[in-house]
Nanobody
């Protein structure tokens, strides 16, 4: 009933860019703070960016200056613009509320940064 669908991942070269999208259904996500998370194989899932209902943003140190989180209240969408991608950014990226995850995890979208 409540669903998160991430999209926009792919294979890019180091230094490249990707724009990820998160579509929320079954919930008015605009009333919550939202966040992007990522998880590499064998590693914990970490928060990389958050955006509040009022539009305030915060970022993990590892992505500051390179990633930008945004949201479209009318369409219930959350986005992550990723620039200057590095191989260490390779992971499955997920969206959810943040910092507390109130929704069931979606399948995520794979981002692979490799030459």
């Amino acid at each position: 009933q409540v669903q998160l669908v991430e999209s926009g991942g792919g294979l890019v070269q180091p230094g490249g860019s990707l724009r990820l999208s998160c579509a929320a259904s079954g919930i008015t996500s605009s009333i919550y703070a939202m966040a992007w998370y990522r998880q590499a194989p064998g590693k914990q899932r970490d928060m990389v960016a958050t955006i509040t209902d009022s539009g305030d943003t915060s970022y993990a140190d590892s992505v500051k200056g390179r990633f930008t989180i945004s949201r479209d209240i009318a369409s219930n969408m959350v986005y992550l613009q990723m620039n200057k991608l590095k191989p260490e950014d390779t992971a499955v990226y997920y969206c959810n509320t943040g910092p507390i995850q109130l929704m069931r995890w979606g399948q995520g979208t794979q981002v692979t940064v490799s030459s």
